[in-house]
């Protein structure tokens, strides 16, 4: 069994179709909805963790591109400038999965991604501005 | 056992000087003593690198011909203050851009003037005789006007609070994202780096302490603004919540965005990371007692910022090691602990002054003057109306 984060972005065409429906149904995965939303301009986007066995993962991912689901890995999406950042620890604050934590020893900022869950909290508490989320 | 600062001095003039940081000490004093520590160290490095809400720069733009008399400064559409002498202006670093808000206030403009960047100035005069322009736009940079300093009122606090929040919704504050029902809890202190905690009655910085403000050479100028002496302290001297703290002066020319950084914090406003550095030198063993006190021996309270009053409940005591643990007990309920200045920072700044006293770039001066020995702020009680008078 394996754990794949993903964030989906369906074209407003799809927004209708019970997508993640049918990956339970046809390809026996069990989901996990992290985040989900319908965006000003009628894209949808969902953060999804699919568990399954490897096989189901891959052909369930072919299956949502070809509907014409725009599939990403998940930790992708959010880009910290590492090279700006001062550790000071105001995101820490906000991320409950503990993604972002300051290391015992030098105090200074780690990102965990396989923690992210992309919420996007960090984002907005960062108080030089940098650290991103790109979908 | 007793040393002067002109023997320090001596010392470090002569590259003899044993330096170590504030954080070093602490092994120091536990392996050898409080006696052979003193007898051994001359000097321990203080620092700290957090957003301080009262700093800004006083800048002077030269005269332009015709000159103008400013009634009226923008940089880069953030308002300053010129109801000074014709030219001269201060920028306040919390000062909101007037059209971006949040993103961009005064802290951006000091920093964008650090990093040697074009600054768009904005002046409207009052013409007179002597001052005829009534308007100006032209764009400077750090290198083009007289003077350009910090003048920060209130830095370096001694100790401050851990602060939570009870209520049953999120609160943005200047201790950051405050999530409901006690999830979370920041605190902002360098704690065994700290300044101020490291001299608790303040016996050797004073007014004229020359220090590290910046990555420049600054001094303490003043007491900052809400001194206070008379706060709770724990048994090693240690007040447990903010208490004393200074008012900083330093050269705006010679700093570096290092060390100076403009910070938006969501939902509240705009603040500026001041890098603080302050060299304590080691007069005699009582000394070391308050230098080798470590983030487990100093304690801080909490606070419920979902109280929006003067006095906010408090919810108890912890020490800086617990909270650097990530965890603590708020009243049997666990809360995530996040800080808001940065140790890592702080760390880095406390080498780098050592290194200068090291290399006899930096020596130590004694206060010319102390700072208040007992000194507590007043409150602001209204008495008046909104459109009252004060008859």
């Not at chain 2, 940081?21 to 001359?42: F, P, S, Y």
């Not at chain 2, 903010?242 to 900083?248: F, G, N, R, V």
Request: charged content about 25%; glycine content about 8%.
């Amino acid at each position: 069994m394996t754990k794949k984060k993903v964030v989906l972005t369906f074209p407003a065409e799809n927004i209708e179709q019970p997508i993640t429906y049918r990956l339970v149904k046809d390809f026996d995965l069990i989901l996990n909805i992290l985040r989900a939303e319908i965006h000003e301009e009628e894209t949808g986007r969902m953060v999804l963790e699919l568990e399954g066995p490897d096989k189901a993962i891959e052909d369930g991912i072919a299956y949502l591109k070809d509907q014409g689901v725009d599939v990403t890995e998940a930790a992708r999406d959010i880009e910290l400038d590492i090279d700006e950042c001062v550790s000071c620890g105001f995101c820490t604050a906000v991320c409950r999965p503990r993604a972002l934590q300051l290391d015992d020893e030098t105090r200074e900022l780690n990102f965990i991604k396989e923690n992210c869950i992309l919420c996007g909290l960090c984002v907005k508490a960062c108080p030089l501005g940098i650290i991103k989320v790109k979908f | 056992m007793s040393k002067t600062f002109d023997e320090i001095n001596q010392k470090i003039r002569e590259g003899r000087a044993v330096v170590v940081t504030a954080e070093e000490i602490i092994d120091v004093a536990r392996e050898k003593g409080a006696k052979e520590a003193a007898k051994m160290v001359d000097v321990v490095t203080t620092a700290t690198f957090g957003p301080m809400c009262s700093s800004g720069a006083f800048i002077n733009f030269g005269h332009s011909d015709p000159p103008i008399k400013m009634r009226k400064v923008w940089l880069n559409n953030v308002p300053a203050y010129t109801g000074i002498a014709a030219v001269d202006a201060y920028l306040g670093a919390t000062e909101m851009s007037e059209d971006r808000g949040l993103d961009y206030g005064g802290g951006h403009v000091i920093e964008d003037l650090i990093a040697g960047k074009q600054v768009k100035l904005k002046a409207i005069g009052f013409p007179t005789d002597c001052y005829p322009l009534d308007e100006i736009e032209t764009c400077i940079t750090l290198n083009d006007v007289n003077q350009a300093y910090l003048y920060n009122s209130r830095n370096a606090y001694q100790n401050y609070f851990v602060a939570t929040n009870s209520s049953d919704r999120t609160i943005y504050t200047y201790m950051g994202t405050l999530l409901p029902k006690l999830a979370n809890a920041t605190y902002c202190s360098a704690g065994q780096l700290s300044p101020l905690l490291k001299d608790p009655y303040l016996r050797t910085i004073g007014i004229g302490t020359k220090i590290f403000l910046g990555g420049a050479q600054g001094f303490v100028s003043f007491e900052g603004t809400q001194f206070n002496t008379e706060k709770e302290r724990t048994e090693n001297g240690v007040p447990t919540t903010a208490a004393a703290c200074l008012a900083l002066s330093g050269d705006l020319k010679d700093m570096t965005t290092r060390y100076i950084k403009a910070a938006s914090i969501h939902n509240y406003g705009i603040s500026l990371f001041v890098g603080v550095g302050i060299p304590i030198p080691v007069l005699d063993e009582d000394m070391i007692e308050h230098l080798s006190l470590s983030d487990e021996e100093i304690c801080v309270d909490i606070y419920d910022y979902g109280v929006a009053r003067r006095s906010r409940p408090n919810l108890g005591r912890v020490n800086y090691k617990e909270l650097k643990s990530g965890k603590i007990k708020i009243g049997g309920k666990i809360a995530s602990t996040a800080p808001l200045s940065s140790y890592a920072r702080a760390k880095e700044i406390a080498e780098v002054l050592k290194g200068w006293i090291q290399k006899g770039d930096f020596e130590l001066s004694a206060p010319v003057a102390s700072l208040p020995k007992h000194k507590k702020p007043t409150t602001l009680e209204v008495r008046s109306k909104v459109g009252g008078s004060c008859d």
